[in-house]
């Protein structure tokens, strides 16, 4: 059971776009602004696309985005391309004690 | 560009001690402003933070697997190391090792390709 509720998977078409939710608790993604976002493809290690929120790291198309809404965080992938079919990951700073905590993961399929 | 590399046994025994090492290449370990973090991933399943370590030797582990986890570093290899002591098949999972900026509260930036780790007798 992790600690970040996902949806299991989400679609969408070439073009489209698809948010994927990311629902926490007060302890977590409600209280900080220090929710990331992972993307992975199978077999791979995953790749930071989103931090503090709203940021991208340098070489992450601005089709990502990210917002925060009380105790859901959510990402956005707008224009979406073949090669954004991938399993994303939220994580929330959940205080000092324990530091980070992920979400289940979601499927994106891009049909 | 920084590569971090796992390696350690891909076998383990219940009860038995699992360890890991992450070897750094393209930077030095010493250089400070980095969190040295091991995550870890069971197959088909999501992420687990299992801790970190600083180059002062701080550590910080996950709530969950504390009492049963060591994290340390040796700047002479340029390396860091997780022990998991009694190992339960539930540890069964692909382990990554990964750098985290000491500015940015992510649990990873830079990731080594992953390791899997099985418990079996």
């Known amino acids: 059971q992790s600690a970040l509720t996902q949806p299991r998977s989400v679609s969408g078409s070439p073009g489209q776009s698809v948010t994927i939710s990311c629902t926490g608790t007060?302890?977590?993604?409600?209280?900080?602004?220090?929710v990331s976002w992972y993307q992975q493809h199978p077999g791979k290690a995953p790749k930071l696309m989103i931090y503090?929120?709203?940021k991208r790291p340098s070489g992450v198309p601005d089709r990502f985005s990210g917002s925060k809404s009380g105790n859901t965080a959510s990402l956005t992938i707008s224009g979406l391309q073949a090669e954004d079919e991938a399993d994303y990951y939220c994580?929330?700073?959940?205080?000092?004690?324990?530091?980070?905590?992920f979400g289940g993961g979601t499927k994106l399929t891009v049909l | 560009q920084v590569q971090l590399q796992e390696s350690g046994p891909g076998l383990v025994k219940p009860s038995q001690t699992l360890s890991l090492t992450c070897t750094v290449s393209?930077?030095?370990?010493?250089?400070?402003?980095?969190?040295w973090n091991w995550i870890r991933q069971p197959a088909g399943k999501g992420l687990e933070w299992i801790g970190r370590?600083?180059?002062?030797?701080?550590?910080d582990y996950n709530p969950s697997l504390k009492s049963r986890v060591t994290i340390s570093i040796d700047t002479s290899k340029n390396q860091f190391s997780l022990k998991l002591n009694s190992v339960t098949a539930a540890d069964t999972a692909v382990y990554y090792c990964?750098?985290?900026?000491?500015?940015?509260?992510?649990?990873?930036?830079?990731w080594g390709q992953g390791t899997l780790v099985t418990v079996s007798s």
């Open positions: 990964a750098r985290a900026p000491d500015t940015v509260v992510v649990p990873a930036e830079d």
């Open positions: 393209g930077g030095s370990i010493s250089s400070g402003s980095y969190y």
């Open positions: 370590i600083y180059i002062s030797g701080s550590t």
């Open positions: 007060s302890s977590d993604v409600g209280g900080y602004k220090y």
């Open positions: 503090d929120v709203t």
């Open positions: 994580c929330s700073y959940a205080g000092s004690y324990t530091y980070v905590v």
